[in-house]
């Protein structure tokens, strides 16, 4: 068995050695152009070339689990594309969101900034009744997180193309049930894959529909929110703030108005990384089952986008 590590900007050595090591009986290698043919792929953002050259490839693993950059490829219909599923991200992203709930729920922007100024001051207690969170995108990643924020008594919506049953959790479907869903919400959790209908969802009719003084949590993807159309509801006073992970361009290029925006924090998409070690472990398992002819999770359908 051959498996080849195509990756943009990271170095493929520690992936190579770590999978080497794991299975023994294949032979791993980085991809160079003129590289001899594999049956499987390790990827990140590789190039059209890679995927035009490697004809025998039978899956290609995502080190990531959004696929909406790979998706841009031309990839032959019966490539199996395969992300990664959880390998230790989702209590990161528990943590994150929860942080960033947290942070704007108990006013600790606030308190930082008066602590800064040598004042000693207290802030009226708020109701978590007055907090509902919304979680767009109940999969993987977001349910983690939704069962995350019930531990600390929030009410929680979710929002999905099918509709779930997670316990504690006021699930909403489909379009037609997108209003009630931000209607319901005050703070705004993204977590959707980025595909042709969730593009642009988060604009200033969605955002205008959350609850006076809402917050939005973007932690899926840059190109989920028209970045003009929160700088107005923000300035509107309609949202009390927001928390961003991701942007359309990234890095975030100097000078542009999140940066120094006083309702916006931004941290530079590090709300879930990959982890090394977990990720070799789930893709030499997956590797492993589907040479036993074994089904696995986290096939990607290229139809749907995720
Ligand atoms: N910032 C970071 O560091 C970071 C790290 C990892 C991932 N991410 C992002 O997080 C995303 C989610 O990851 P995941 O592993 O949780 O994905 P997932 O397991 O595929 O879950 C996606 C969820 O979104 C829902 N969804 C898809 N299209 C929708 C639509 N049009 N309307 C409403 N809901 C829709 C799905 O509904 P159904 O359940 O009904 O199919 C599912 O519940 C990734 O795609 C990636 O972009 C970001």
Same mark, same amino acid.
């Given at each position: 068995?051959?498996?080849?590590?195509? %990756?943009?900007?990271?170095?493929? $050595?520690?992936?190579?050695?770590?999978?080497? *090591?794991?299975?023994?009986? @294949?032979?791993? @290698?980085?991809?160079?152009?003129?590289?001899?043919?594999?049956?499987?792929?390790?990827?990140?953002?590789?190039?059209?070339? +890679?995927?035009?050259?490697?004809?025998?490839?039978?899956?290609?693993?995502?080190?990531?689990?959004?696929?909406?950059?790979?998706?841009? /490829?031309?990839?032959?219909? $019966?490539?199996?594309?395969?992300?990664?599923?959880?390998?230790?991200?989702?209590?990161?992203?528990?943590?994150?969101?929860?942080? $960033?709930?947290?942070?704007?729920?108990?006013?600790?922007? #606030?308190?930082? *900034?008066? =602590?800064?100024?040598?004042?000693?001051?207290?802030?009226?207690?708020?109701?978590?009744?007055?907090?509902?969170?919304?979680?767009?995108?109940?999969?993987? /990643?977001?349910?983690?997180?939704?069962? *995350?924020?019930?531990? +600390?008594?929030?009410?929680?919506?979710?929002?999905?193309? &099918?509709?779930?049953?997670?316990?504690?959790?006021?699930?909403?479907?489909?379009?037609?049930?997108?209003?009630? %869903?931000?209607? @319901?919400?005050?703070?705004?959790?993204?977590?959707?894959? /980025?595909? &042709?209908?969730?593009?642009?969802?988060?604009?200033?009719?969605?955002? &205008?529909?959350?609850?006076?003084?809402?917050? /939005?949590?973007? =932690?899926?993807? #840059?190109?989920?929110?028209?970045?003009?159309?929160?700088?107005?509801?923000?300035?509107?006073?309609?949202?009390?703030?927001?928390?961003?992970?991701? +942007?359309?361009?990234?890095?975030?290029? $100097?000078?542009?108005?999140?940066?120094?925006?006083?309702?916006?924090? =931004?941290?530079?998409?590090?709300?879930?990384?990959?982890?090394?070690?977990? &990720?070799? @472990?789930?893709? =030499?398992?997956?590797?492993? *089952?589907?040479?036993?002819?074994?089904?696995?999770?986290?096939?990607?359908?290229?139809?749907?986008?995720?």
């Amino acid at each position: 068995m051959n498996i080849t590590v195509c %990756f943009d900007r990271l170095d493929p $050595a520690p992936w190579v050695q770590g999978l080497q *090591a794991a299975l023994p009986q @294949a032979r791993v @290698a980085a991809w160079a152009p003129g590289a001899s043919p594999a049956d499987h792929a390790i990827v990140w953002a590789p190039p059209q070339a +890679f995927i035009d050259e490697q004809v025998g490839l039978k899956t290609l693993f995502n080190i990531g689990a959004g696929v909406d950059a790979l998706l841009q /490829l031309r990839l032959p219909p $019966a490539l199996k594309v395969v992300r990664l599923d959880d390998a230790g991200m989702s209590v990161q992203m528990a943590e994150y969101v929860c942080h $960033a709930v947290i942070r704007h729920f108990r006013e600790f922007d #606030g308190y930082e *900034a008066d =602590v800064m100024t040598g004042r000693w001051s207290y802030r009226k207690p708020r109701s978590r009744v007055d907090f509902p969170v919304g979680v767009m995108g109940l999969g993987v /990643l977001g349910e983690r997180v939704a069962r *995350a924020l019930q531990v +600390f008594e929030f009410p929680v919506n979710g929002y999905s193309r &099918s509709l779930k049953q997670i316990d504690g959790v006021r699930s909403f479907a489909g379009p037609k049930q997108l209003g009630d %869903f931000l209607q @319901a919400s005050r703070i705004l959790v993204n977590l959707m894959p /980025l595909t &042709s209908e969730t593009e642009n969802m988060l604009n200033q009719d969605t955002l &205008s529909q959350l609850q006076a003084g809402g917050y /939005l949590i973007n =932690v899926a993807r #840059g190109r989920h929110l028209v970045e003009d159309d929160l700088i107005a509801v923000l300035d509107s006073g309609h949202l009390a703030g927001a928390t961003l992970d991701v +942007f359309r361009t990234e890095p975030l290029p $100097a000078g542009h108005p999140f940066w120094q925006h006083p309702k916006i924090t =931004v941290t530079p998409h590090t709300s879930a990384r990959t982890l090394r070690q977990e &990720s070799i @472990a789930q893709i =030499v398992g997956k590797i492993l *089952a589907l040479q036993r002819g074994e089904p696995i999770r986290g096939e990607v359908d290229l139809q749907r986008g995720y």
